[in-house]
């Protein structure tokens, strides 16, 4: 297996140039005085369809050929690569086949559908998303392209944090969350070239963290679905690209509970003013619990999606 490369992210930045937002990287004088370091927040909940998916999904898109193109695209996701998947798909012209579990987040299920997907939907505690999608992609005779484990997809995923540096400058430290590993993976490709001596770490549930047992052990290790409020992170297993970078050039993996999870979400609404989905708070919330060794520095923090039921929202912050 051959790894993507730091180039690989500068041809993904090319072809997103004029596609993406760059979305913002905010400041907090707050959360730089409550927990002793420089904060850069890099906001992509404020990324088209609500979260960095979309970096890598319209990336691999646009390298389709003609026949691909023709065949559409199928993929499967919890929420936000699935709307990632569509909105890019409606863009480029193809049509687009989207598997989702049953208890995704109605607002993703929406979204998707009024990207015009065609949404199929399976139980994540009893079906295998991956076979079921292939299976599909073979009937249909559509390209899969994966949340994750992809090279297309995690290179573009890494020009959010190529933006970062480029802002901001040398960071000490990057918290990126951490699900199947794209975000991860391609942040980590990013600050090598950039920063050099910036120590990169992944943030992850504490009921799901197959990352931090596969960084552990040296090899993936799967688990079952994990039951967490960060439903974008509720992933099995790295993938075998995400894997071999983040084993490579991630400095640690943590985990937080989901009540660290809730008090970022509630940071962020109330000082910053912004709605922040549950997986998008994990690196916030992992930054949080490691303060001491982070004080005094530079910090750059991930806001990977903002994509969450209003609803489940308020309700989770009451």
């Known amino acids: 297996m051959q790894l993507p490369t730091y180039d690989d992210v500068i041809a993904a930045a090319a072809r997103?140039?004029?596609?993406?937002?760059?979305?913002?990287?905010?400041?907090?004088?707050?959360?730089?005085e409550q927990w002793g370091a420089r904060f850069f927040f890099k906001c992509e909940n404020f990324q088209r369809m609500g979260a960095f998916k979309f970096r890598g999904a319209f990336n691999a898109l646009s390298k389709f050929d003609a026949t691909q193109r023709k065949g559409g695209v199928i993929a499967f996701s919890s929420g936000n690569h699935a709307q990632a998947i569509a909105l890019s798909a409606r863009l480029l012209s193809m049509p687009a086949v989207i598997v989702m579990p049953k208890d995704a987040p109605a607002a993703k299920v929406a979204a998707t559908k009024g990207y015009g997907a065609e949404v199929v939907m399976y139980d994540r505690f009893t079906e295998d998303r991956e076979a079921l999608t292939r299976r599909l992609a073979q009937e249909r005779g559509m390209t899969m392209i994966p949340p994750y484990d992809h090279p297309d997809v995690l290179t573009g995923q890494g020009t959010a944090v190529k933006e970062l540096i480029e802002e901001t400058g040398p960071l000490d430290h990057l918290f990126v969350c951490l699900g199947g590993g794209g975000l991860l993976s391609g942040s980590a490709l990013s600050a090598r070239a950039l920063a050099p001596g910036c120590k990169v770490y992944g943030v992850e549930p504490e009921a799901g963290n197959d990352g931090q047992q596969s960084f552990q052990a040296g090899k993936i290790v799967h688990i079952e679905?994990?039951?967490?409020?960060?439903?974008?992170?509720?992933?099995?297993?790295?993938?075998?690209?995400?894997?071999?970078?983040?084993?490579?050039?991630?400095?640690?993996?943590?985990?937080?509970?989901?009540?660290?999870?809730?008090?970022?979400?509630?940071?962020?609404?109330?000082?910053?003013?912004?709605?922040?989905?549950?997986?998008?708070?994990?690196?916030?919330?992992?930054?949080?619990?490691?303060?001491?060794?982070?004080?005094?520095?530079?910090?750059?923090?991930?806001?990977?999606?903002?994509?969450?039921?209003?609803?489940?929202?308020?309700?989770?912050?009451?």
């Open 225 to 318: 679905t994990p039951k967490t409020i960060a439903d974008g992170a509720q992933t099995q297993h790295l993938g075998g690209y995400t894997f071999g970078i983040i084993k490579r050039d991630v400095n640690d993996i943590f985990t937080v509970t989901d009540d660290q999870l809730v008090e970022a979400m509630r940071f962020f609404a109330e000082r910053m003013k912004m709605v922040v989905e549950p997986t998008g708070c994990l690196a916030f919330a992992g930054a949080i619990a490691a303060r001491e060794a982070i004080a005094g520095q530079r910090v750059g923090i991930v806001i990977s999606g903002g994509n969450v039921d209003l609803s489940r929202y308020a309700a989770l912050l009451a």
């Open 16 to 32: 997103l140039e004029g596609h993406a937002h760059r979305t913002p990287v905010l400041r907090s004088t707050t959360a730089d």
